[in-house]
Protein backbone atom coordinates (compact mmCIF):
# COMPACT_ATOMS: atom_id res chain seq x y z
CA UNK A 1 0.00 0.00 0.00
CA UNK A 2 1.31 3.16 -0.78
CA UNK A 3 2.65 5.55 1.57
CA UNK A 4 3.75 9.00 1.54
CA UNK A 5 5.70 10.67 4.51
CA UNK A 6 6.72 14.60 4.86
CA UNK A 7 9.45 15.56 6.73
CA UNK A 8 10.25 17.72 8.74
CA UNK A 9 6.13 17.66 10.24
CA UNK A 10 7.05 21.76 11.33
CA UNK A 11 9.86 24.37 10.19
CA UNK A 12 10.65 27.80 11.31
CA UNK A 13 12.69 30.31 9.28
CA UNK A 14 13.71 33.58 9.20
CA UNK A 15 12.48 35.83 6.10
CA UNK A 16 14.76 35.82 3.00
CA UNK A 17 16.72 32.13 3.79
CA UNK A 18 15.90 29.48 1.13
CA UNK A 19 14.20 25.85 2.66
CA UNK A 20 13.49 22.60 1.05
CA UNK A 21 10.85 20.48 1.80
CA UNK A 22 10.84 16.90 1.51
CA UNK A 23 8.38 14.15 0.65
CA UNK A 24 9.20 10.30 0.38
CA UNK A 25 6.72 7.37 -1.21
CA UNK A 26 6.84 3.72 -1.01
CA UNK A 27 5.67 2.82 -4.15
CA UNK A 28 7.27 3.97 -7.74
CA UNK A 29 4.70 3.58 -9.64
CA UNK A 30 3.12 6.65 -9.69
CA UNK A 31 1.12 8.83 -12.16
CA UNK A 32 2.15 11.87 -11.15
CA UNK A 33 3.17 14.14 -7.64
CA UNK A 34 1.76 17.23 -6.67
CA UNK A 35 2.61 20.14 -3.47
CA UNK A 36 -0.45 21.86 -2.10
CA UNK A 37 -0.21 24.82 0.10
CA UNK A 38 -2.88 25.10 2.74
CA UNK A 39 -3.94 27.70 5.30
CA UNK A 40 -4.87 27.29 8.52
CA UNK A 41 -8.93 26.20 7.93
CA UNK A 42 -9.14 26.78 4.24
CA UNK A 43 -8.94 24.24 1.25
CA UNK A 44 -5.90 23.23 -0.87
CA UNK A 45 -4.09 25.68 -3.39
CA UNK A 46 -2.21 23.66 -6.18
CA UNK A 47 1.53 24.65 -6.05
CA UNK A 48 3.13 22.16 -8.74
CA UNK A 49 2.09 19.08 -10.56
CA UNK A 50 4.86 16.92 -11.80
CA UNK A 51 4.31 13.80 -14.39
CA UNK A 52 6.09 10.96 -13.35
CA UNK A 53 8.36 11.16 -16.71
CA UNK A 54 9.70 14.98 -15.48
CA UNK A 55 12.02 15.98 -12.77
CA UNK A 56 11.45 19.05 -11.92
CA UNK A 57 8.90 21.66 -12.32
CA UNK A 58 9.26 25.47 -11.68
CA UNK A 59 6.75 28.53 -10.69
CA UNK A 60 8.23 31.60 -9.47
CA UNK A 61 9.82 31.45 -6.28
CA UNK A 62 8.93 27.53 -6.34
CA UNK A 63 11.03 24.19 -7.59
CA UNK A 64 9.62 20.67 -6.83
CA UNK A 65 12.12 17.88 -7.93
CA UNK A 66 11.01 13.90 -8.32
CA UNK A 67 13.25 11.10 -8.61
CA UNK A 68 10.71 8.04 -8.84
CA UNK A 69 13.34 5.56 -8.80
CA UNK A 70 14.23 6.85 -5.25
CA UNK A 71 10.94 7.84 -4.32
CA UNK A 72 11.45 10.97 -3.46
CA UNK A 73 10.72 14.68 -4.00
CA UNK A 74 11.50 18.27 -2.98
CA UNK A 75 10.29 21.29 -2.72
CA UNK A 76 12.44 24.31 -2.66
CA UNK A 77 11.40 27.75 -1.89
CA UNK A 78 13.63 30.27 -2.55
CA UNK A 79 14.04 33.60 -0.47
CA UNK A 80 11.02 33.15 2.04
CA UNK A 81 8.53 35.63 3.07
CA UNK A 82 5.51 35.54 5.79
CA UNK A 83 3.35 35.07 3.37
CA UNK A 84 4.56 31.67 2.64
CA UNK A 85 3.70 30.96 5.86
CA UNK A 86 1.40 27.75 5.41
CA UNK A 87 1.11 23.81 5.56
CA UNK A 88 2.74 22.40 2.67
CA UNK A 89 0.97 19.00 1.03
CA UNK A 90 2.64 16.72 -0.97
CA UNK A 91 0.24 14.04 -2.76
CA UNK A 92 1.21 11.31 -5.40
CA UNK A 93 -1.24 9.65 -7.52
CA UNK A 94 -1.07 6.57 -8.69
CA UNK A 95 -4.77 5.83 -9.40
CA UNK A 96 -7.87 7.44 -9.76
CA UNK A 97 -7.43 9.35 -6.44
CA UNK A 98 -4.51 10.81 -4.84
CA UNK A 99 -2.55 9.27 -1.45
CA UNK A 100 -1.26 12.80 0.79
CA UNK A 101 1.17 13.04 3.18
CA UNK A 102 0.81 14.71 7.05
CA UNK A 103 2.29 18.04 5.48
CA UNK A 104 4.92 20.13 7.23
CA UNK A 105 3.80 23.78 8.86
CA UNK A 106 6.10 26.39 8.12
CA UNK A 107 6.61 29.71 9.38
CA UNK A 108 8.49 32.27 8.36
CA UNK A 109 9.16 35.14 10.64
CA UNK A 110 9.80 38.54 9.83
CA UNK B 1 -16.19 32.99 -11.62
CA UNK B 2 -15.35 29.19 -12.24
CA UNK B 3 -14.47 26.84 -8.75
CA UNK B 4 -15.79 24.81 -6.38
CA UNK B 5 -18.51 25.74 -3.65
CA UNK B 6 -18.51 23.99 -0.71
CA UNK B 7 -21.55 24.50 1.97
CA UNK B 8 -22.08 25.31 4.78
CA UNK B 9 -18.81 26.47 5.97
CA UNK B 10 -19.54 25.23 9.73
CA UNK B 11 -21.81 22.42 10.52
CA UNK B 12 -23.09 20.63 13.95
CA UNK B 13 -24.44 17.30 14.07
CA UNK B 14 -26.77 15.47 16.99
CA UNK B 15 -26.35 12.20 17.92
CA UNK B 16 -27.89 10.00 15.74
CA UNK B 17 -28.72 12.31 12.96
CA UNK B 18 -27.60 12.71 9.70
CA UNK B 19 -26.55 15.62 8.09
CA UNK B 20 -25.45 16.12 4.16
CA UNK B 21 -22.49 18.74 3.19
CA UNK B 22 -22.76 20.17 -0.34
CA UNK B 23 -20.69 20.73 -3.23
CA UNK B 24 -20.71 21.92 -6.44
CA UNK B 25 -18.50 22.51 -9.00
CA UNK B 26 -19.11 24.85 -12.69
CA UNK B 27 -15.45 24.08 -13.76
CA UNK B 28 -17.05 21.28 -16.15
CA UNK B 29 -15.07 18.39 -14.59
CA UNK B 30 -16.07 14.72 -14.93
CA UNK B 31 -14.35 13.48 -11.64
CA UNK B 32 -15.44 14.73 -7.97
CA UNK B 33 -13.68 13.87 -4.67
CA UNK B 34 -14.43 13.74 -0.64
CA UNK B 35 -11.75 13.89 1.95
CA UNK B 36 -11.86 13.97 5.45
CA UNK B 37 -8.82 16.05 7.16
CA UNK B 38 -8.39 15.22 11.34
CA UNK B 39 -5.70 17.57 12.84
CA UNK B 40 -2.09 17.03 12.22
CA UNK B 41 -3.14 14.26 9.59
CA UNK B 42 -3.07 14.07 5.75
CA UNK B 43 -6.58 14.14 3.62
CA UNK B 44 -8.01 10.67 3.72
CA UNK B 45 -10.42 9.69 1.14
CA UNK B 46 -14.08 8.85 1.57
CA UNK B 47 -16.03 8.13 -2.07
CA UNK B 48 -14.95 9.22 -5.61
CA UNK B 49 -16.86 9.75 -8.53
CA UNK B 50 -15.70 9.83 -12.02
CA UNK B 51 -19.17 10.26 -14.25
CA UNK B 52 -22.46 11.12 -13.32
CA UNK B 53 -24.63 8.33 -11.60
CA UNK B 54 -21.17 6.27 -10.69
CA UNK B 55 -19.15 6.47 -7.86
CA UNK B 56 -16.80 4.40 -5.53
CA UNK B 57 -15.81 3.88 -2.05
CA UNK B 58 -12.44 5.27 -0.81
CA UNK B 59 -10.35 4.57 1.99
CA UNK B 60 -12.77 5.52 4.84
CA UNK B 61 -16.44 4.86 3.44
CA UNK B 62 -17.98 3.37 6.28
CA UNK B 63 -20.47 6.04 7.71
CA UNK B 64 -20.46 7.82 4.87
CA UNK B 65 -22.95 7.98 1.58
CA UNK B 66 -22.86 10.05 -1.93
CA UNK B 67 -25.16 10.74 -5.09
CA UNK B 68 -23.89 12.10 -8.06
CA UNK B 69 -27.42 12.88 -9.85
CA UNK B 70 -25.61 15.80 -11.81
CA UNK B 71 -22.46 16.30 -13.00
CA UNK B 72 -21.87 19.99 -11.33
CA UNK B 73 -23.21 18.19 -7.81
CA UNK B 74 -21.70 15.58 -5.87
CA UNK B 75 -22.89 15.46 -1.62
CA UNK B 76 -22.03 13.66 1.07
CA UNK B 77 -24.12 12.38 3.40
CA UNK B 78 -23.05 11.95 6.81
CA UNK B 79 -24.71 8.93 8.55
CA UNK B 80 -25.78 8.43 12.23
CA UNK B 81 -23.04 4.90 11.48
CA UNK B 82 -20.73 7.17 11.72
CA UNK B 83 -19.33 7.37 15.33
CA UNK B 84 -16.47 9.94 14.98
CA UNK B 85 -17.54 12.51 12.29
CA UNK B 86 -15.93 15.51 14.09
CA UNK B 87 -13.46 16.85 11.21
CA UNK B 88 -13.12 18.87 8.02
CA UNK B 89 -14.59 18.10 4.77
CA UNK B 90 -12.74 19.05 1.71
CA UNK B 91 -14.15 18.38 -1.95
CA UNK B 92 -12.30 18.50 -5.11
CA UNK B 93 -12.84 18.15 -8.50
CA UNK B 94 -10.17 17.41 -11.93
CA UNK B 95 -11.20 16.66 -15.28
CA UNK B 96 -8.89 16.62 -18.73
CA UNK B 97 -8.75 20.25 -19.24
CA UNK B 98 -7.28 20.86 -15.37
CA UNK B 99 -4.65 18.33 -16.36
CA UNK B 100 -5.46 16.13 -13.65
CA UNK B 101 -4.57 19.21 -10.80
CA UNK B 102 -7.20 18.25 -8.24
CA UNK B 103 -9.35 21.75 -7.43
CA UNK B 104 -10.42 21.64 -4.10
CA UNK B 105 -13.64 23.70 -2.32
CA UNK B 106 -12.85 25.73 1.03
CA UNK B 107 -14.02 22.88 3.16
CA UNK B 108 -16.71 22.11 5.83
CA UNK B 109 -15.93 21.83 9.24
CA UNK B 110 -18.44 19.07 11.61
CA UNK B 111 -18.85 19.16 14.75
CA UNK B 112 -20.72 16.92 17.20
CA UNK B 113 -23.20 18.55 19.53
Same mark, same amino acid.
Given at each position: ??????? #?????? #????? +?????????????????????? *??? +???????????????? *?????????????????????? #? *???????????????????? *???????? | ??? =?????????????????????????????????????????? =??? %?? =?????????????? !?? !?????? !???????????????????????????? =?????????? %???
Amino acid at each position: KQEVTQI #PAALSV #PEGEN +LVLNCSFTDSAIYNLQWFRQDP *GKG +LTSLLLIQSSQREQTS *GRLNASLDKSSGRSTLYIAASQ #P *GDSATYLCAVQAGTALIFGK *GTTLSVSS | DGG =ITQSPKYLFRKEGQNVTLSCEQNLNHDAMYWYRQDPGQGLRL =IYY %SQ =IVNDFQKGDIAEGY !SV !SREKKE !SFPLTVTSAQKNPTAFYLCASTGVTAKN =IQYFGAGTRL %SVL
